[in-house]
């Protein structure tokens, strides 16, 4: 993997904003944007705990999926307090996804400002709270409605990898899914990293972006990013998302939630292991190709 910095920004201009990293699709840290924000000294575990602690969560943990296992598929179910509890204690190899805390408690809502002035189309009705014990890990995914995302890191810290879109083949892109068949699990470290080169040679190719993100972090990751997260500590953080600003965008997207999902979905349940092993020459021959392609050009 051939892998960049991330531009760190700390008090750009919304125009400056667009001009260097918005409209080239280019991802940035802005480390200074949640600054101003009551919720950047004022959400704590224990303020949250008192919020929303007895909310009912799903909880996932890291094991990759397989022929069988649905989108999105919780290994679990606990309240958001056990589960603070539970994190807070040291390593954990579970996370929270997606979950919109402020439908259980809307004053979250007044401690932090919409930048609107820096990015249009905010979904305002779907902030979304991310969280992980240390150890826990996000595997490599896009977001399946190609969102544009301000994704603020509050407590601990989180390592990310990030590739463009475009690189989709040299990820080993599930077809009909938004995964990717290879394991990036401790990519950082050569002592326990899963990244199979060997199994997964186009990896050698695939050309990104590494970081790591700390309290008070906004990482901007354009429509359509891979994106693949480590909890070096327990921590969480809040993704402010907005509509692709394409019009192609917006129907791929449509595409992607409404046709690309549910025919997986029925396949998986039909035929899950003829599926699956289809999947995995389709994955193959694409990068396959790809590799050739650059071999040759």
């Known amino acids: 993997m051939q892998l960049d910095s991330i531009d760190l920004?700390?008090?750009?201009?919304?125009?400056?904003f667009k001009n260097?990293?918005?409209?080239?699709?280019?991802?940035?840290?802005?480390?200074n944007l949640a600054k101003p924000w009551p919720a950047y000294t004022k959400w704590t575990w224990d303020y949250l705990t008192e919020v929303?602690?007895?909310k009912k969560i799903p909880i996932y943990n890291n094991i990759k999926s397989d022929a069988y296992t649905p989108i999105n598929k919780a290994d679990g179910y606990t309240t958001f307090g056990a589960y603070i509890?539970?994190?807070?204690?040291?390593?954990?190899?579970?996370?929270?996804?997606?979950?919109?805390?402020?439908?259980?408690?809307?004053?979250?809502?007044?401690?932090?400002?919409?930048?609107?002035?820096?990015?249009?189309?905010?979904?305002?009705?779907?902030?979304?709270?991310?969280?992980?014990?240390?150890?826990?890990?996000?595997?490599?995914?896009?977001?399946?409605?190609?969102?544009?995302?301000?994704?603020?890191?509050f407590i601990g810290k989180k390592r990310v990898l990030l590739f463009p879109y475009e690189e989709r083949n040299k990820l080993y892109r599930k077809p009909f899914e938004v995964l990717s068949l290879a394991d990036f699990s401790n990519y950082y470290d050569p002592e326990k990293s899963k990244v199979d080169t060997k199994k997964f040679p186009a990896l050698e190719f695939v050309n990104g972006y590494d970081v790591v993100l700390e309290h008070g972090d906004t990482l901007f990751m354009p429509s359509?990013?891979?994106?693949?997260?480590?909890?070096?500590?327990?921590?969480?953080?809040?993704?402010?998302?907005?509509?692709?600003?394409?019009?192609?965008?917006?129907?791929n997207a449509g595409w992607n939630v409404v046709g690309m999902r549910n025919i997986d979905t029925l396949m998986k349940k039909t035929f899950p292991g003829k599926w699956y092993?289809?999947?995995?020459?389709?994955?193959?021959?694409?990068?396959?190709?790809?590799?050739?392609?650059?071999?040759?050009?």
């Open 20 to 31: 260097k990293y918005y409209n080239l699709n280019k991802p940035v840290i802005l480390r």
């Open 52 to 54: 929303a602690g007895d």
């Open 224 to 251: 359509g990013f891979w994106h693949h997260m480590e909890y070096l500590e327990s921590g969480f953080a809040m993704s402010l998302r907005a509509w692709n600003k394409t019009i192609g965008g917006k129907i």
């Open 85 to 153: 509890d539970m994190i807070r204690k040291g390593p954990a190899e579970w996370r929270i996804f997606f979950f919109n805390v402020f439908s259980h408690a809307p004053q979250l809502k007044k401690d932090f400002t919409w930048p609107d002035d820096y990015m249009k189309g905010f979904l305002k009705t779907m902030p979304a709270l991310f969280a992980g014990g240390q150890g826990s890990i996000t595997h490599m995914h896009f977001d399946i409605d190609l969102p544009n995302i301000f994704h603020t890191q």
């Open 277 to 297: 092993n289809w999947k995995e020459k389709k994955i193959n021959k694409a990068a396959s190709d790809e590799m050739h392609f650059i071999n040759n050009r």
């Open 9 to 16: 920004e700390y008090d750009i201009t919304p125009q400056a």
